[in-house]
């Protein structure tokens, strides 16, 4: 239950860990993307979280009992990321403000410790304002951003934590 006094960001993670608690596979994460799709239509909200000063990567919550992180990110100029996973997570990218360009991945060989795995281009689509998308464990994608970016992640788990492995791209045939 949410007092008046509730902060919108704690009403938003609130109703995340309900959703979380309720189910915490693909259904639960259907109603975080339906919440954050409210998030990202709410101006105040994303002056308040995404502003000049916000670093690339903040956290702005992380649920004690449940695990999941929501972060902003403001990238104030191009930026790039190789392809990845978010290994035994997933994670919720949801676009404030500029867009991203997202590649998803098909692996071609798995990675490990020692080895990178290797991957293909799938497809390629923009994330413009409001736009969301939802990376179940083992989705691999990657992020392009050609100028200033601003967003709202919500991981599973706080990938700061998390070892990943390397993937390489393979060059179509």
């Given at each position: 239950?949410?007092?008046?006094?509730?902060?919108?960001?704690?009403?938003?993670?609130?109703?995340?860990?309900?959703?979380?608690?309720?189910?915490?596979?693909?259904?639960?994460?259907?109603?975080?993307?339906?919440?954050?799709?409210?998030?990202?239509?709410?101006?105040?909200?994303?002056?308040?979280?995404?502003?000049?000063?916000?670093?690339e990567r903040h956290m702005l919550y992380e649920?004690?009992?449940?695990?999941?992180?929501?972060?902003?990110?403001?990238?104030?100029?191009?930026?790039?990321?190789?392809?990845?996973?978010?290994?035994?997570?997933?994670?919720?990218?949801?676009?404030?403000?500029?867009?991203?360009?997202?590649?998803?991945?098909?692996?071609?060989?798995?990675?490990?410790?020692?080895?990178?795995?290797?991957?293909?281009?799938?497809?390629?689509?923009?994330?413009?304002?409001?736009?969301?998308?939802?990376?179940?464990?083992?989705?691999?994608?990657?992020?392009?951003?050609?100028?200033?970016?601003?967003?709202?992640?919500?991981?599973?788990?706080?990938?700061?934590?998390v070892k990943r492995f390397e993937y390489k791209?393979?060059?179509?045939?």
């Amino acid at each position: 239950m949410t007092s008046a006094a509730t902060s919108p960001l704690q009403q938003f993670a609130n109703a995340c860990h309900d959703a979380l608690k309720a189910d915490p596979g693909p259904k639960g994460r259907r109603q975080i993307c339906a919440l954050l799709a409210d998030v990202l239509k709410d101006d105040n909200f994303i002056a308040a979280h995404l502003r000049d000063d916000t670093a690339e990567r903040h956290m702005l919550y992380e649920d004690p009992e449940l695990g999941f992180c929501i972060l902003a990110h403001v990238y104030h100029g191009p930026k790039a990321s190789q392809p990845h996973d978010h290994a035994h997570s997933w994670a919720i990218y949801g676009q404030g403000r500029g867009e991203t360009h997202m590649t998803d991945w098909e692996k071609i060989e798995p990675a490990s410790a020692d080895k990178p795995g290797k991957v293909r281009s799938s497809r390629t689509y923009t994330l413009k304002p409001g736009m969301l998308r939802l990376y179940n464990e083992g989705d691999l994608h990657s992020p392009r951003r050609d100028g200033p970016t601003r967003l709202i992640r919500i991981e599973g788990t706080n990938m700061e934590k998390v070892k990943r492995f390397e993937y390489k791209a393979v060059a179509e045939d």
